[in-house]
Antibody, heavy 120, light 110 residues
Framework: QLQLQQSGPGLVEPWATLSLTCGVSGGSITSNSYYWGWIRQPPGKGLEWIGNIYYSGSTYYNPSLKSRVTLTVDTSKDQFSLDLRSFTAADTAVYYC????????????WGQGTLVTVSS | QSALTQPASVSGSPGQSITFSCTGTSNDVGHHNSVSWYQQHPGKAPKLMIYDVTNRPSGVSIRFSGSKSGNTASLTISGLRAEDEADYYCSSYTSINTWVFGGGTKVTVL
């Protein structure tokens, strides 16, 4: 069964870059025909889709975040990553990685979530 | 892109049925049969409950059902149980190859 394990810092300096990684286990990041996505949730608020990446490198981004976001895949390590530049208090949220089967439109596997806040 | 519109809260007594909506536009909910619903308990990751408007993943109770009419999708929980108390989010694929979520509905079991 596919599992996602997130790693990364819980604090980010103002205007620095947030970098999070999601490791895939229970299958290869390339063989399971999945899109890999990132979703965030500000404290007490709803979910916001950030973007998706396919193992080949093709990406889709939320237009409101596109200028600050980069998604990458490392097939040698079975992991994918999120970089969010110019981090501010408005970006404080729980960040989730998730898997979406190719050709489907829902996220059926989720990481455990990482709370990321801006350091004062 | 704007978030899908959900009622902030819905409540019901054990055993009752409740239905709540998720309203979008012709560019998302009305564009494609790709609405999904997620259940989220406090401090936990979302869990897929319904996909492609009406389909239940393996292991999800038949008490959960989905439907759609035009630009509005709905989730019904039948035979409400205490463990159904959670936040519920709808999501839809859009006409510009993005995904959008609703603001969430808090379900309270009285």
């Amino acid at each position: 069964q596919l599992q996602l394990q997130q790693s990364g810092p819980g604090l980010v300096e103002p205007w620095a870059t947030l970098s999070l990684t999601c490791g895939v286990s229970g299958g290869s990041i390339t063989s399971n025909s999945y899109y890999w996505g990132w979703i965030r949730q500000p404290p007490g608020k709803g979910l916001e889709w950030i973007g998706n990446i396919y193992y080949s490198g093709s990406t889709y981004y939320n237009p409101s975040l596109k200028s600050r976001v980069t998604l990458t895949v490392d097939t040698s390590k079975d992991q994918f990553s999120l970089d969010l530049r110019s981090f501010t208090a408005a970006d404080t949220a729980v960040y989730y990685c998730a898997g979406q089967r190719f050709g489907e439109y829902h996220f059926d596997t989720w990481g455990q979530g990482t709370l990321v806040t801006v350091s004062s | 892109q704007s978030a899908l519109t959900q009622p902030a809260s819905v409540s019901g007594s054990p055993g009752q049925s409740i239905t709540f909506s998720c309203t979008g536009t012709s560019n998302d909910v009305g564009h494609h049969n790709s609405v999904s619903w997620y259940q989220q308990h406090p401090g936990k990751a979302p869990k897929l409950m319904i996909y492609d408007v009406t389909n239940r993943p393996s292991g999800v109770s038949i008490r959960f059902s989905g439907s759609k009419s035009g630009n509005t999708a709905s989730l019904t929980i039948s035979g409400l149980r205490a463990e159904d108390e959670a936040d519920y989010y709808c999501s839809s694929y859009t006409s510009i190859n993005t995904w959008v979520f609703g603001g969430g509905t808090k379900v309270t079991v009285l």
